[in-house]
């Protein structure tokens, strides 16, 4: 079946560091790629999304590229500040399918 | 436009007694999904309904879990007779009927704990 993998967390960085949570995915078909952040409390929300191979999403500084080759998402941020703290989820939805397929979450932890 | 709004954000049940959780989508949004998370895992999806439809409920468990999403008010997931197991957090989102199907907004959350 369709599944993600995200690297184990928690993550936790000083302020200003470079961040990589990696995401890879097994999808028999086309699937459409999200990152997902939640912060304490509250719901998940979208960060950002790519549609089909080589498509980067961004979003407040947050980068991933569709990577068919190596069937990964891989979350990137140069610079991460205190507010960044979160978890983060990577997630596929199936070309024709509607419902999301999440990975199990990597807590990140920024110090200032 | 409001969020996808979820009540109540915390519940607490005994073993045995039924739960129901309450999801009003954006409006506009006639499509609901239900996701649950248990404890230090990824979501997972339980049931995607539209208007008086349940249109995938692949991911329900086959007793005890129900939902429906009627003409009129919110979307319901009621757990009946509710076991320690049940503790989870629950999300619900939803999307537009046409265009941006991609994406779905989610919810706060209810958070239930089975005593």
């Known amino acids: 079946g369709n599944s993600v993998t995200q690297m184990e967390g928690p993550v936790t960085l000083s302020e200003e560091a470079f961040l990589t949570i990696n995401c890879t995915y097994t999808?028999?078909?086309?699937?459409?790629l999200f990152w997902y952040v939640q912060y304490p409390g509250e719901g998940l929300q979208l960060l950002l999304k790519a549609t089909k191979a080589d498509d980067k999403g961004s979003n407040k500084g947050f980068e991933a590229t569709y990577r068919k080759e190596t069937t990964s998402f891989h979350l990137e941020k140069g610079s991460v500040q205190v507010s960044d703290s979160a978890v983060y989820f990577c997630?596929?939805?199936?070309?024709?399918?509607?419902?999301?397929?999440f990975g199990a979450g990597t807590i990140l932890r920024v110090k200032s | 436009n409001a969020g996808v709004m979820q009540n109540p954000r915390h519940l607490v049940r005994r073993r045995g007694q039924e739960a129901r959780l309450r999801c009003s989508p954006m409006k506009g949004h006639s499509h609901v999904y239900w996701y649950r998370q248990l404890p230090e895992e990824g979501l997972k999806f339980m049931v995607y309904l539209q208007k008086e439809n349940i249109i995938d409920e692949s991911g329900m468990p086959k007793e005890r879990f129900s939902a429906e999403f009627p003409k009129e008010g919110p979307s319901i997931l009621r757990i009946q007779q509710v076991v320690r197991g049940d503790s989870a957090a629950y999300f619900c989102?939803?999307?537009?009927?046409?265009?941006?199907?991609?994406?779905?907004?989610f919810g706060p959350g209810t958070r239930l704990t089975v005593l």
């Open positions: 997630a596929l939805r199936m070309e024709y399918g509607n419902k999301l397929v």
């Open positions: 999808a028999t078909g086309y699937p459409s």
């Open positions: 989102a939803s999307s537009p009927q046409v265009s941006s199907y991609n994406e779905q907004f």
